[in-house]
């Protein structure tokens, strides 16, 4: 269990970052309480985070399969119950909204119960913070879990360019870290920068930036018009969403100058031309229930709630008139999600890709029975052993969906919104909660509603595959 004591105390030090972010911006704005407590809490996750790790090193530790995947759940565990404090001291939170609050920043799902203007500036930022580093922490856990050991499989064949000592058999955590670290803090950079040379203001471009690569649906403030009021601005930062939902190890290679020598990340291109696809096609879609009284502002504002949801950031594009698309479509959307090895939610567009692959090559078996297609399971072992992996992290996502939505239904909220619930906490799709959130008679929001969403939200970030493997007796 060692290995886990240093888990913890590598989340603990850099979630001490998220609660120096309140304390700079609380001393910048002269926020007594919150410069005290986010000063405290820092101190104290620091000391926290040295003693686990002094104790837990004090021995040479060999991490074990099951250590692995019991320390990646204790980690986001950690993690929410580490954003809790602040929710409950300065927001006078009860203990159900400051769980709710906490995993929705933590999962960068970005619902909140508390209007962004009557949030303090302390308490934006720490809310933005957490989320980008729960977005490392999702990138951590693609790379040294889940594309390691293949878990609902996931493609590994270019773990080699992050996963430090991946040739060696031996991982190096530090080294993966660095390696995940250097292009998604250079990206979010790059937006912040981007944004500002398009007039957008400092702090929002730094907040947009956060929630754009780190895919979190909290932006930080209210606004009349669109989220920016600035075209260009939007357009930008729809662009940056799309690489939020995009490999880190494609964004790895592009930095390091490696993309020729990958094998696996033509996903992400693919990615690319599957966003333009379905912004065309939704915007088509749409035209029935929403027609367009003013061209490119209606169709810039179709497409980012298309790519907002299908990238799981969840932003709305005008929050005052709400999602301009059919909850179908969203449900859909944010069921495919993004690509492996990045920040967004859903199911992921290796998976689905898969599936249709391997329908497509059974309705050729049964056409074809002695013939042995190219690429199906009859063919390589491993390709059995990966669709099975797929099909299985499929059916585990759906039967949670399907709970989820249940739970909902007996909670009060109707059918179309229990379902948009359960699937935008899966997915970490935060308009499609907030939306929603709301939606039993009275108008009020059950507190065991809140439990579910989180539960949902963390479960969708770790995937229930790893949970039901670190559990299993067999494992151990």
């Known amino acids: ?33 919150a410069i005290q407590v986010f000063g405290v809490l820092t ?3 620091a000391t926290l985070a040295i003693f686990l790790f002094l104790v837990a090193s004090s ?21 929410v119950i580490a954003a809790m404090p602040p929710f409950l001291i300065l927001e006078s ?21 508390v209007p962004a203007n009557m949030m303090s500036g302390a308490m934006i930022f720490f809310r933005a913070s957490v989320a980008w580093l729960g977005g490392l922490l999702s990138l951590m856990l693609a790379v040294y879990v889940l594309g390691r050991y293949a878990v609902g499989g996931t493609p590994n064949g270019d773990l080699r360019f992050v996963l430090r000592g991946a040739s060696r058999g031996d991982p190096k955590l530090v080294g993966t870290f660095i390696n995940i670290l250097a292009p998604y803090a250079g990206v979010t950079f790059l937006c912040m920068v981007m944004l500002m040379l398009l007039q957008v203001e400092p702090s929002r471009a730094l907040l947009a930036s956060l929630a754009a690569l780190s895919t979190n649906g909290f932006l930080g403030w209210q606004s009349l018009d669109s989220i920016f009021s600035n075209r260009l601005g939007e357009l930008v930062f729809m662009v940056f969403m799309v690489i939020g939902a995009s490999s880190i190890i494609w964004l790895r ?3 390091t100058g490696q993309i020729g020598q990958t094998r696996q990340q033509n996903e992400t291109v693919i ?5 333009i696809a379905l912004v065309i096609f939704g915007n088509v879609v749409a035209l029935g229930d929403f027609p367009i009284q003013r061209l490119q502002d209606d169709l810039l504002n179709r497409s980012f709630d298309i790519i907002s949801t299908l990238t799981t950031t969840g932003i709305v594009h005008r929050p005052l008139q709400g999602i301009a698309n059919s909850p179908i479509l969203l449900i859909g959307l944010a069921l495919i999600g993004g690509t492996a090895y990045s920040t967004a939610g859903g199911l992921k567009l290796f998976r689905i890709a898969a599936m249709f692959q391997h329908s497509k090559n059974e309705i050729l078996r049964l056409i074809y ?13 491993r390709v059995f052993a990966t669709i099975k992996a797929i099909w299985s992290a499929f059916f585990t996502a759906l039967l949670l969906v399907v709970a989820g939505a249940a739970a909902f239904a007996a909670l009060g909220h109707g059918l179309t919104s229990s379902l948009s619930l359960s699937v935008g906490a899966f997915a970490s799709v935060g308009s499609m909660v907030s939306a929603n959130l709301f939606s039993v008679a009275g108008g009020g929001v059950p507190i065991l509603s809140l439990f579910v969403i ?6 969708g970030k770790i995937e229930l595959l790893l949970v039901l493997a670190a559990f299993s007796n067999n494992r151990w």
């Open 59 to 79: 021995k040479s530790v060999q991490f074990k399969r099951s250590e692995i995947f019991i320390g990646a759940i204790a980690m986001w565990c950690l993690m």
């Open 369 to 381: 029975p002695d013939q042995i297609v190219p690429g199906s399971v009859d063919s390589d072992e």
């Open 271 to 275: 990615y690319f031309l599957v966003v």
């Open 253 to 255: 290679c592009l930095f």
């Open 93 to 113: 939170a009860h203990p159900a909204a400051a769980l709710f609050e906490a995993a929705s920043a933590v999962t960068a799902l970005g619902s909140s119960l």
């Open 43 to 45: 101190i104290i996750y």
């Open 454 to 459: 989180s539960l949902l939200a963390l479960v």
């Open 1 to 33: 269990m060692l290995g886990i004591g240093i888990l913890l105390a590598m989340v603990l030090l850099v979630f001490s970052g998220a609660t120096l972010t309140g304390f700079v911006v609380a001393f910048l704005d002269a926020d007594a309480a």
